[in-house]
């Protein structure tokens, strides 16, 4: 993984973690970004997650031509971002669940745009947070199916092989 990389996954890291910190440090009674206040969650019904594209093969930089036209249009509610080369989009979606809302965008990318987005920009698989559908537990789980979506494949996988797995795996779906 390259130096510019391996920095963008910390500065979201580290974002991620003093994002509990700031909210209890802010002033009170001071509203907007000088008082250090993080955004209000999304509205009932919606989901916040920055979505990237980072394949296997290498990083291909944020100039790359298969992103002119995600750059120039992006899918409504997103906001186009260079992370450290990688191409990253800041979201605001409707979904039920954060899984629900990812799939339908990831679904709108792969057809408008030809691309598989790979991640949701998680470094540290290994952390676990158990909060929920829509939390940092479910950007990890996010993050580990979209590397299976991608990765599967190269290994002569299909949708149905990784489906399958999943639902054999975890005792037929009857958690």
């Not at 598989?116 to 940092?136: A, F, N």
């Not at 299976?148 to 009857?174: H, N």
């Amino acid at each position: 993984m390259s130096e510019a990389v391996e920095a963008v996954n910390f500065a979201f890291e580290l974002g991620w973690k003093l994002r509990g910190l700031e909210t209890a440090l802010a002033p009170r009674g001071v509203c907007g970004p000088e008082a250090g206040d993080p955004k209000p969650p999304p509205p009932a019904g919606w989901q916040r997650f920055t979505l990237v594209h980072c394949p296997l093969e290498g990083y291909p930089g944020f100039d790359d031509p298969r992103y002119e036209g995600l750059r120039a249009a992006p899918p409504q509610g997103c906001a186009v971002e260079d992370l450290g080369g990688c191409l990253g989009l800041r979201c605001e979606r409707p979904g039920g669940r954060l899984l629900d809302a990812v799939a339908e965008l990831c679904a709108e990318i792969r057809t408008r745009y030809g691309l598989l987005m790979t991640g949701l920009g998680i470094d540290k698989l290994w952390e676990w947070s158990e909060d929920g559908p829509d939390g940092w537990g479910a950007e990890i789980v996010g993050q580990l199916l979209l590397m299976a979506a991608e990765r599967g494949p190269r290994l002569g996988y299909g949708v149905d092989d990784l489906a399958g797995f999943l639902t054999e795996a975890a005792g037929g779906g009857s958690m």
